[in-house]
């Protein structure tokens, strides 16, 4: 059984992950299960729920109208969350102080209070420079430390080390910016704060949503309208793929597989395997060594999306068996797929999503399936059925499998299809008569709770510029391709957006002799790729950013083997490369 890993997808529902991962467990018996959680948000549930004790958001989006100051780390989301990018800068524009952390000047930067355009790598320096601020100028909740927070002392201690003007240097920036921007986070109340992938894809991504948390704690920015900490998740369901299950050490409800695995057992009437699966890039390095022999993999394109992509096609092409279930013929079916198992768009079935804010939404057809294909949970029951398990897996409906679902996952059991009918709900929601919770941790807004502020040491990336690879690489996404463009490359949009493109400064690109939309070679220790350059001066000098979105330019070729130490997310934020023109 553990020679075989499974793939959910943060593409499908709620009730087809909880399948993916139960079929997993119960028909293979393994805990080799996860998700694209993995490579983007897995810092942000582990992060947040080592400090708060919940690792999803802890507010709504409607908070972005009651906060006086938002920050946003490390996330563009005008062009990635372009719904909730709207709504921020409407409140900027309204008299919201906007601070912006990231090595681009995005176009929330425009209209930000302050932009912190920090050098890729340096968040936990800056994060604990603003921390150093906020406690060196008294600038820090007491009455909450004091209700709420241990290890008070040794974070004074500790934090000390950090003020703006010592890491400023190393962070780009200058430190009367940090100070700046630490005054109006503690004092402008509430404040809220969203990050995204600038702040998780990195070795130490768990740690700098710690820091983030510390903020927040520091200041009493938590628990209330209009603060908190929320990752703005970058799928329409990578929250709920993960939540429900698709995880090795996690079951449905976000639970540890070691604490509630005889709970789920006696619901499944099965043993569930005990030993800890594989992680995403742990089954690449198993598959690399013969130990992993098969892989299916439902609506997630790793071979164009995971990092040091030459080493993750040669793993996958040493496999015996590569299922790929998807809408089209992704990247990694095109190159080393066995067997493709045509699935329904989510226009095409009845589910449900869970979004960024722990909102569960009902998802309904609104044409029948095209083709062959069918919904992902409905070949996932019948190849259980084939494989002799069909008990446990003989549903006739999502709706069968949801009230499964709400049997495993108390916090959720509320949450019915008949009222998903009227609007959507956030958990926790207990009971059928419970409203939901738009607001996580209002026990810290009374004297009922205690959590402890973390030091987080700097651990500079082993990623390092040097006189062969003098430019630091950054990656991201663009408004016209949704992710990897498994599906908008295939449509109109791919006219707008027709190729990745690699951003560099005009200094820079002067001093090489690049013109603008000149086709360039990037190459790192990991491979190299062409790709055409944008004379940019949203990127400072000798820093690059790019997309990547096409199979054509294949990005991931670059990036490299560097993963964040608690949950192995690899670090595509940071990457040494040299630039030629072609």
Wanted: aromatic share 6%; hydrophobic share 40%.
């Amino acid at each position: 059984p553990d020679a075989i890993g499974m793939l959910g997808s943060s593409r499908a529902t709620n009730e087809e992950n909880y399948l993916a991962q139960k079929f997993a467990r119960v028909v293979v018996g393994t805990n080799n299960v996860d998700c694209c959680a993995r490579v983007c948000h897995t810092p942000s549930a582990a992060g947040l729920k080592m400090i708060l004790g919940t690792g999803a958001a802890t507010n709504s989006f409607d908070d972005i109208e009651s906060a006086r100051t938002i920050l946003i780390c490390g996330a563009n989301p005008t062009e990635n969350h372009p719904i909730v990018g709207a709504r921020i800068k409407q409140a900027a524009l309204r008299g919201a102080d906007l601070i912006v952390i990231d090595p681009r000047r995005i176009e929330l930067a425009e209209v930000a209070k302050v932009h912190l355009q920090l050098r890729p790598g340096t968040n936990i320096l800056l994060l604990n420079a603003i921390a150093c601020t906020i406690v060196e100028e008294g600038l820090y909740d007491a009455n909450f430390v004091n209700d709420h927070l241990d290890g008070w002392h040794d974070f004074q201690s500790f934090i000390q080390d950090f003020s703006p003007e010592r890491v400023a240097l190393a962070c780009g920036l200058e430190a009367r910016l940090i100070r700046e921007a630490a005054r109006l986070y503690a004092r402008q109340k509430p404040a809220i704060c969203f990050h995204g992938l600038g702040m998780t894809e990195h070795v130490q991504g768990t740690e700098g949503v710690m820091s983030l948390v510390n903020l927040a704690l520091l200041t009493g920015n938590i628990g209330k309208p209009g603060t908190g900490i929320n990752p703005l998740r970058g799928q329409n369901n990578v929250q709920g793929a993960a939540h429900m299950g698709c995880d090795p050490g996690i079951l449905t409800g976000g639970v540890p597989l070691s604490e509630h695995r005889e709970r789920f057992e006696k619901v499944w009437g099965v043993p569930i395997p005990s030993q800890r699966g594989l992680s995403l890039l742990q089954m690449i390095d198993a598959a690399a060594v013969g130990r992993l022999k098969a892989l299916w993999v439902i609506g997630y394109d790793i071979a164009l999306t995971n990092p040091n992509s030459d080493q993750t096609l040669r793993a996958l092409q040493s496999l015996d068996l590569v299922i790929v279930q998807d809408m089209f013929l992704n990247e990694t079916a095109r190159l080393v797929g066995t067997v493709f198992l045509p699935a329904s768009s989510s226009f095409e079935k009845l589910g449900t999503f869970m979004n960024s804010e722990r909102r569960i939404q009902l998802v309904r057809p609104a044409i029948p399936p095209v083709g062959e294909s069918r919904p992902d949970w409905l070949i996932i029951s019948d190849i259980a059925v084939a494989m002799g398990k069909a008990e446990g897996f003989t549903f006739e409906s999502a709706q069968q499998i949801w009230d499964e679902i709400r049997s495993v996952w108390p916090v959720g059991a509320g949450i019915t299809y008949q009222r998903l009918e009227k609007q959507g709900l956030q958990w926790p929601c207990p009971t059928e008569v419970h409203p939901g919770t738009s607001i996580l941790h209002a026990d810290l807004a009374g004297k009922t709770r205690r959590v402890s502020l973390r030091c987080i040491k700097f651990e500079p990336t082993p990623e390092k510029t040097s006189d062969e690879f003098p430019f630091l690489l950054t990656t991201g996404r663009s408004l016209y391709q949704f992710n990897a463009g498994t599906m908008t490359s295939r449509s109109k949009m791919q006219k707008i957006r027709p190729t990745d493109l690699l951003l560099i400064s005009p200094d820079d690109a002067k001093r090489l002799s690049i013109e603008d939309h000149q086709e360039v070679e990037l190459r790192s220790s990991y491979g190299k790729i062409r790709i055409p350059a944008v004379i940019s001066e949203r990127v400072r000098l000798g820093e690059l950013f790019a997309t990547f979105h096409s199979p054509q330019i294949f990005l991931n070729r670059l990036t490299g083997p560097h993963k964040d130490r608690h949950v192995q997310t690899p670090e595509y934020k940071v990457t040494a490369v040299q630039v030629s023109a072609v």
